[in-house]
């Protein structure tokens, strides 16, 4: 887990590949980042599964997953 700092990227803190830069690299920074919106983008589904599948929701125009479900991540890691 990447603890960014204010002074993060500062006079090029952080900022030159390789790690030679400061801790965490940007590299890392932007790592934990797209683990963070997976987490989140997975929890939401799961939720807007859950309320869809839920027998007490009877309105039956109600689409949770359709409507409040992001689209796929574009930032993954590699």
Do not use: E, H, Q, W
Request: net charge negative; charged share 20%.
């Amino acid at each position: 887990m990447a603890t960014i700092k204010s002074s993060f990227g500062s006079g090029g803190a952080n900022l030159v590949p390789g790690g030679s830069g400061g801790d965490p690299t940007l590299a890392d920074a932007l790592r934990d980042v797209a683990d963070d919106l997976a987490a989140m983008r997975t929890a939401l589904t799961t939720l807007t599964a859950k309320i869809d599948a839920d027998a007490g929701d009877t309105g039956g125009d109600s689409d949770y997953a359709s409507t409040c479900d992001p689209a796929a991540l574009l930032t993954i890691k590699g």
